[in-house]
């Protein structure tokens, strides 16, 4: 009986020593760190909202998912950030609903160049079409931009197909007046110098660029009148109608009736389900510091999110939205 009983408790701890061999395998394995994941955001220009935005939410993906690896990069913005994607050297980009919209269906700048596997991930905020001049030049409609120096934003932006849009309203084409392409800083920088009469700034309000200029210059902001913002939205159903309120601006003492697109952020079919979820989960779990960034991302929320979703949405995405 002893040596059985001897052979047994042998037989035991031998048991124990192998079952804590491996218990501690698996927690080896447990505090193994996350393979990086690399995940490079595609902005905009340093005085839009985009950037901030774009760096808070980077700040937010690296510290909420393990192993991620995210930056905000500037760039040329929405139309840009279409080809960026296109050629798989973002994982995340900043558009414009109508852009995205362009780019998947191979119409306006994206004809014969269709971009098909863009998806979204969510809509963020509206984007306002801001039609700026100073108060000195006397313009206070886009009926009076006849023969004046306009800034349309960079050439082939989101921006340069609002004003194209806008003006077409009033009858204009760009061989009416003299047209600028230049970004929000080179338009805020020619305002004030005299070299351009009035300039279009599709962003978030307020925006920098206005604001440098209206800090040394009283500025007024254009309205779009009611009926020329209906037309304009019965052929392109993507824009909304938006008031800036007196007071955005410095000096700015009444309110602009404008339209706006949606910011939204977009992604392509390379990006798998569970990072498409981890994303959008992180985002809308810390809108907080999301909000910190800058005050157009004030109104972004989980509600809103589908709000102007102008082409299909990532399944990791729609997982995130359809859980209570």
């Known amino acids: 009986m002893n040596k059985l009983l001897v052979s047994a408790l042998g037989l035991a701890v031998a048991a124990s020593v192998v079952a804590g061999c491996g218990g ?12 990086q994941k690399f995940l490079n955001i595609a902005t905009g220009g340093t005085a839009g909202a985009y950037y901030p935005i774009g760096g808070a939410v980077a700040d937010i993906l690296n510290k909420n998912i393990p192993g991620a690896n995210a930056s905000a990069q500037s760039t040329g913005a929405a139309v840009a950030n279409v080809n960026l ?8 980009a900043f558009l414009q609903n109508d852009i995205a919209y362009y780019a998947v269906n191979g119409t306006e700048m994206f004809k014969d160049k269709k971009v098909p596997n863009i998806y979204g991930l969510a809509t963020l905020y509206p984007e306002t079409v801001q039609i700026v001049t100073l108060k000195k030049s006397g313009i206070k409609s886009i009926a009076d931009f006849k023969g004046k120096k306009i800034a349309v934003g960079a050439a082939g932006s989101g921006t340069e197909c609002n004003a194209r849009q806008i003006m077409a309203a009033y009858g204009l084409k760009y061989d009416d007046m003299k047209v600028q392409y230049l970004s929000f800083a080179e338009a805020a920088s020619a305002l004030k110098d005299g070299n351009v009469d009035a300039a279009f ?7 920098a660029a206005i604001q440098d200029i209206a800090t040394q210059n009283e500025v007024y902001l254009i309205p779009v009148d009611a009926d020329k913002a209906d037309a ?4 392109y159903p993507f824009y909304t109608k938006v008031v800036i309120k007196k007071g955005t601006y410095a000096k700015q003492d009444a309110d602009c009736d ?3 697109i949606r910011c939204m952020l977009g992604v392509t079919d390379k990006m798998d389900e569970k990072t498409a979820y981890d994303v959008t989960k992180a985002i809308f779990t810390h809108l907080d510091r999301l909000k910190q960034s800058h005050s157009a991302a004030a109104v972004v929320s989980k509600e809103s999110a589908m709000d102007g979703m102008s082409v299909k949405v990532h399944a990791g995405a729609d997982k995130f939205f359809k859980e209570k």
């Not at 501690?24 to 393979?35: L, Q, S, T």
């Not at 304009?232 to 052929?235: A, D, E, F, I, R």
Request: charge should be positive; proline fraction near 6%; glycine fraction near 8%.
């Open 85 to 92: 994607l296109k050629e798989g050297k973002v994982e995340i």
């Open 201 to 207: 700034v599709t962003a978030g309000f307020p925006t």
């Open 232 to 235: 304009v939205m019965k052929q």
């Open 24 to 35: 501690g395998d698996k927690k080896a394995e447990e505090k193994k760190p996350a393979a």
């Open 258 to 260: 404008a339209l706006a």
